[in-house]
């Protein structure tokens, strides 16, 4: 699986973008997805993720902000971000993992995620 993550930019506090993560090579629907995120001299810490059966889950800082969906007619997974906080500023990537189906909600840790997409900047001004 090779995934393309888009979308990021430059934005002002309260502003909202929207991040794609594209996958080719395989059937998607039944891979599970992540949203992580890195700021600068920051550890990569997850942000959403959603699996086959779209149960979903969020980072407690994100929660009532960012809403992770997909669409598995197009092999792709969204990250919609709104009121953005300057704290919000990262390099985000998504991730994918193989099906498993006695997992019970999505994989969070990044150690789950078999395929990496390369990142897209967000940055977010005060």
């Known amino acids: 699986v090779q995934l393309q993550a888009c979308g990021g930019g430059l934005v002002q506090a309260g502003d909202s973008l929207r991040l794609s993560c594209a996958a080719s090579?395989?059937?998607?629907?039944?891979?599970?997805v992540g949203w992580f995120r890195q700021a600068p001299g920051k550890e990569r810490e997850s942000v959403a993720a959603i699996d086959w059966k779209l149960s979903t889950r969020y980072a407690d800082s994100v929660k009532g902000r960012f809403a992770i969906s997909r669409d598995d007619a197009k092999n792709s997974v969204y990250l919609q971000m709104n009121s953005l906080k300057p704290e919000d500023t990262a390099v985000y990537y998504c991730?994918?993992?193989?099906?498993?189906?006695?997992?019970?909600?999505?994989?969070?840790?990044?150690?789950?995620?078999?395929?990496w997409g390369q990142g897209t900047q967000v940055t977010v001004s005060s």
């Open positions: 991730a994918a993992h193989q099906p498993s189906y006695t997992r019970r909600g999505p994989a969070w840790s990044a150690d789950e995620y078999q395929y």
């Open positions: 090579g395989r059937t998607f629907s039944e891979y599970g």
